[in-house]
C-alpha cells in the first residue's frame, strides 16, 4: 500500500499534491498495489473528488482547523499502520518536510528527498534525487521496508482520468485540538513563489521600487508569481518573502524569468530547477544568460512593456 500526503491551502489541494497523487498511483500499479490519500486540513469533500482523477481511489481527510507537524505525523502514522502502508509520497515544502521527517522516524523507514524522477524497479526500487542544490543527480537503491519519499515539484507530468476518489471522514480526534491559532500572517499576492507555474524575478537593473510595476504587470498578463533578488529584498525594494535564491525561496517554475538581474551563484542556486529559464539584461556578458535556455540582451525598461502587451494578446 502506498500513501500519499495531501497539502491543502485556501479550501483548495495544492497543484504539488496532485502530483504527489499522480506519482504514487503511478508507483502503485508498476508494484501492483493501491495508492491512497491523506489530507488533513479544512476543505469541501468536492475538492478531494478530483484525486481519483490522478490514480487515487480512497481519501481519508481528517478536516482541522490547523495543527503542528508531530501531530499531524502521528495521525498519518496511525492510518498508515490500519492500512499496511509501507511506501509515503510527499510533496516537497516546509510543513510537508516536516511531517515527512516525523512519519519516517515513527515508521523507522528511509527517507529520500528531492526525487525527480519516477522509481526504477528494474534491479531494486532506484531513487533518483537532485544533489548540490539541483547541480547534479544521484541515484540511490532503497533497500529498506519502508520507505519515505519526498518529491520535488514539476517531476511528474499531470494526466487528468477525469474519475472521482472516494471520501472517508475521520475523526477529528487524531488531531489534538489543543491548538490556539492566534493569526495567521500569509505573504501577499495572488500566487505564492513555491506554487507558480511561472515566475516573473527582478533585481537592480529594475533601478528601483517605483519601477516595479513593470514586473507586476509581467506577471499579470502571465498568471505568474513575482520575486526578486536577495540585493531587491535588502535594500526594501521588495518584502523579503519575495527574495529567490539560495538564502530565500527556492523555486522551480515551469518558466522563470530574471529581470535585469546579474545571475550571483546564489541566485542560480534557487531557481536552477526550472524547466526553462529566461534571462533578460542590457548586459550581454551577464552570468546568467550562461545559465539561461533564452537570453534577450536589451533594455528592460523597453522590453517588459512589449511582452505584456504579447501575453494580453495570447489571452
Not at 91 to 106: C, E, G, L, T, Y
Not at 146 to 158: C, F, G, P, R, S
Not at 279 to 295: L, V
Request: charged share 20%.
Amino acid at each position: 500500500m502506498i500513501i500519499t500526503y495531501i497539502e491543502i491551502a485556501d479550501n483548495e489541494v495544492k497543484k504539488s499534491s496532485l502530483e504527489v497523487a499522480m506519482y504514487g498511483s503511478t508507483l502503485a500499479q508498476k508494484l501492483n498495489t493501491t495508492a491512497i490519500a491523506i489530507a488533513i486540513g479544512k476543505i469541501e469533500q468536492s475538492k478531494l473528488e478530483i484525486l481519483g482523477n490522478y490514480g487515487i481511489k480512497k481519501v481519508f481527510s481528517v478536516q482541522v482547523d490547523g495543527s503542528v507537524a508531530v501531530d499531524t505525523a502521528s495521525a498519518v502514522s496511525k492510518i498508515a499502520g490500519e492500512q499496511n502502508a509501507d511506501i509515503f509520497i510527499f510533496p516537497k515544502s516546509v510543513s510537508a518536510d516536516a511531517v515527512a521527517a516525523k512519519v519516517a522516524i515513527k515508521s523507522g523507514a528511509s527517507i529520500i528527498s528531492n526525487v525527480t524522477e519516477m522509481v526504477d524497479l528494474t534491479a531494486g526500487f532506484g531513487v533518483t534525487r537532485s544533489i548540490y542544490t539541483g547541480k547534479a543527480f544521484a541515484k540511490v537503491n532503497v533497500t529498506a521496508a519502508k520507505k519515505v519519499l519526498i518529491l520535488k515539484k514539476n517531476a511528474i507530468e499531470l494526466q487528468d482520468s477525469g474519475t472521482k476518489a472516494e471520501i472517508e471522514i475521520l475523526s477529528q480526534t487524531l488531531i489534538p485540538t489543543n491548538i490556539t491559532i492566534k493569526e495567521i500572517q500569509k505573504a501577499t499576492g495572488d500566487i505564492l513563489l513555491t506554487d507558480a507555474e511561472i515566475v516573473v524575478s527582478g533585481g537592480r537593473g529594475l533601478k528601483g521600487p517605483e519601477n516595479w510595476y513593470l514586473i507586476e504587470d509581467l506577471a499579470k498578463a502571465l498568471g505568474a508569481a513575482t520575486g526578486c533578488s536577495k540585493p531587491v529584498s535588502d535594500m526594501d525594494w521588495r518584502p523579503h518573502h519575495e527574495h529567490v535564491g539560495q538564502t530565500g525561496v527556492k523555486v522551480s517554475p515551469n518558466i522563470y524569468f530574471a529581470v535585469g538581474i546579474s545571475g550571483a551563484i546564489q541566485h542560480l542556486a534557487g531557481v536552477n530547477s526550472s524547466k526553462i529559464i529566461v534571462a533578460i539584461n542590457k548586459d550581454p556578458e551577464a552570468p546568467f544568460f550562461k545559465a539561461a535556455d533564452f537570453g534577450i540582451v536589451g533594455d528592460a525598461f523597453e522590453i517588459l512593456p512589449k511582452l505584456t502587451e504579447a501575453a494580453k494578446k495570447l489571452k
